[in-house]
Structures are given as structure tokens and as C-alpha cells.
């Protein structure tokens, strides 16, 4: 049977023109993974309010972090999958949930290039689950699939939070630069807290349990901050890490509901205060750098901090083309078994 892999990254506007910024956050926001509200609130909030005033101040942001030759996540994306397919005899390709190469397009090119393809195995490129990561690129890619190509067997790659291989990894990129005596940081994306319990399989553990991320539970499968949580606690346990030395925050909250916290921006703020003057940050729910990575940390969290007393900050760049990143994943793919 034919086999073919799919690496699926999130996407980025093709420039950082306010009309192609504008277009992709447009398809991005209205992504009702992302903004959960009833399609004709979410229209109204998205094409009525967000996209009359936000393109213009993130085409700002990107233009701060473009490089000569594109996206940077879209770059170090490509770079990566030309690593990968040296690691495997399956054919694998690059998509974006967003924007291009969009699934619908790879899918087809991958179609009209292996017209005895058979079977596909799916990477999300999220190690945690949540809806407007993970269960975006499940949902579009079956509708994809069952709406133009029906004879397609999907595999998907569970999220590989806790992945010892993963970890070790993720693990060896904080160790190889991380600076002597800085406190560091696990910086993941931010969810809203409603999301967490939209995702509670079984309706009673997630925000209504004390301690529910501690708490042993089915809800853990489906849950991103338990996720989240797992993965510093290994990589801790990995490096060694003293408590007290390192902690989680989440970052990137947009609107006034509750997100996930601690808030990453409010840590930025407080840690020089509590003694911590020098400051490590890794973000772990993103394997490749980008806007949320080298503009959001990099650029404001770094000003934030040192305005706020600290002395020197340290981001830790995401996995991006590593070798030992990129083996891994072609060990997947070839390893892959349906």
C-alpha cells in the first residue's frame, strides 16, 4: 500500500503588507477552533471589529521580525522538511492549517504525484492538545480528505507531550545555550479557560476539581495545561532542575475572558522583583520560531523585563531544524504503522 507523511505547521501571511496580514488573520480568527463563538458573533467580532483595526499594528510586528528571505516560520519549516525526508523512504510533505501551502493543495499535489497513494500519516505540529492547535489540523484534514479525496486511510500522530525521545530533545535545546544561574521560563501559548473545559471529556474534572491537573483523570488526554504541565516537569527532571528555579507561564491572551495562567506578560513584570534578575525563555509549544517567539518574547518580554529591574535575558530558540529534532521525526514516519 502507498504511504505518504504530512508535516502540518500553522501558517503565515505571505508578507507583511497590512492587506495579506489582513487575510490571514482573517482566515485564522474565523476558525471557530480558534474563536468558539456562534459563527454570526464570531463574524461580527472578527470582520466587523478585529479586522478593522489589528492588521495594521501586526503587520508592524512582523515587519520587525521578516527575513530576507520570507516568514521565518514558514523558512525554518521548509528547512526542516528537507532534513526530514533525508531521515525516511516515505514521501512527506509540508502544509499550513493557514494560509499556504494550504492542506487542500498539498494534499492534491501529493495526489497527483503518487496517484497510488493510499494511506497518509498526519503530524500536527503541536506537541499538546488543543482545539485551535491540534484539533484544527484533525478537523480540516478529514474534511479535506472525505471532501476530494475519500480513499485516503488517515493516521494521525498523537501530541508527543510526553515523548521520552521528545523530551531529551527539547531538552538538549535548553542545555545547549541556557546561561548558569538564570531562571527559567516555560513560556506556552495561551488558551482561553473555556477551552479547557469545552475539551473535559468527561465534564467533571477540568477548573472543577482542586488541584485537577494533579488529580489522575481521563480529561488529562484532551487537556493543554495538564499537557503543558508534563512536559516542564520532564524536562526539569531531564536538566536537573532545582524547584525554584524554573516555572510555567502562558502567553499571547487575547480578549478579556479568562485564559490559562499565570499570564507570561505579568511574569515578565514580578520576577526581578522576587530576585530573579536573569532570565531564560523557552516556548515550548512551538517547534518553530515565530511572530508569538521572536517578537512576543524576544522583542516585548525581553523590554519588559529589563524595564522592570532585570538584568540579562536569554530566549532559548524553539527545536526549528535541528538535526536531532529533524531525525526524530523521520524516525516517526519511518516507524509509522497503521
Same mark, same amino acid.
Given at each position: ?76 519549516? *521548509? ?26 493543495? !498539498? ?39 472525505? @471532501? @476530494? ?64 491537573? @494533579? ?15 508534563? !512536559? ?5 527532571? *531531564? ?5 525554584? !528555579? ?53 522583542? *516585548? ?38
Amino acid at each position: 500500500m502507498k504511504k505518504a507523511a504530512v508535516l502540518i505547521n500553522l501558517g503565515s501571511p505571505r508578507s507583511t503588507g497590512v492587506k495579506d496580514v489582513k487575510e490571514y488573520l482573517g482566515e485564522f480568527l474565523m476558525d471557530d477552533h480558534v474563536i468558539d463563538f456562534p459563527r454570526w458573533l464570531r463574524t461580527i467580532l472578527v470582520k466587523g471589529i478585529i479586522l478593522n483595526t489589528r492588521p495594521k499594528k501586526s503587520a508592524e510586528a512582523y515587519k520587525t521580525i521578516w527575513w530576507d528571505d520570507g516568514s521565518p516560520l514558514i523558512v525554518l519549516s *521548509e528547512h526542516l522538511i528537507a532534513k526530514v525526508r533525508q531521515q525516511t523512504q516515505i514521501p512527506t510533505y509540508l502544509a499550513m492549517r493557514y494560509a499556504q501551502p494550504s492542506i487542500l493543495d !498539498t494534499l492534491k499535489r501529493m495526489n497527483e504525484e503518487h496517484s497510488d497513494l493510499e494511506e497518509l500519516y498526519v503530524v500536527p505540529l503541536y506537541p499538546h492538545f488543543a482545539m485551535s492547535s491540534y484539533e484544527t489540523v484533525v478537523d480540516r484534514v478529514k474534511e479535506v480528505a472525505v @471532501n @476530494n479525496f475519500s480513499h485516503l486511510k488517515l493516521t494521525f500522530k498523537e501530541p508527543w507531550y510526553d515523548d521520552a525521545d521528545y523530551i531529551k530533545v527539547l531538552s538538549a535545546s535548553i542545555k545547549d545555550t541556557l546561561p548558569e544561574d538564570h531562571h527559567l521560563l516555560f513560556s506556552y501559548h495561551g488558551i482561553p479557560v473555556r477551552h479547557v473545559k469545552k475539551s473535559d471529556c468527561t465534564g467533571q474534572h477540568c477548573y472543577k476539581v482542586n488541584d485537577c491537573c @494533579n488529580v489522575a483523570s481521563e480529561a488529562h488526554t484532551l487537556c493543554y495545561k495538564h499537557q503543558t504541565a508534563v !512536559t516542564t516537569k520532564l524536562v526539569a527532571a *531531564e536538566l536537573g532542575l532545582k524547584k525554584g !528555579t524554573y516555572e510555567t507561564s502562558y502567553q499571547s491572551r487575547l480578549g478579556r475572558d479568562p485564559w490559562i495562567q499565570p499570564y507570561t506578560a505579568q511574569r515578565f513584570e514580578q520576577l526581578a522583583g522576587e530576585g530573579k534578575k536573569k532570565l531564560a525563555v523557552v516556548c515550548p509549544a512551538f517547534v518553530s520560531d515565530c511572530l508569538e517567539t521572536l517578537e512576543e518574547i524576544n522583542e *516585548e518580554g525581553k523590554e519588559d523585563f529589563l524595564l522592570n529591574g532585570g538584568e540579562h535575558f536569554h530566549p532559548v530558540s524553539c527545536l526549528n531544524d535541528r538535526d536531532d529534532w529533524s531525525a526524530l521525526l523521520g524516525k516517526w514516519i519511518q516507524e509509522w504503522k497503521v
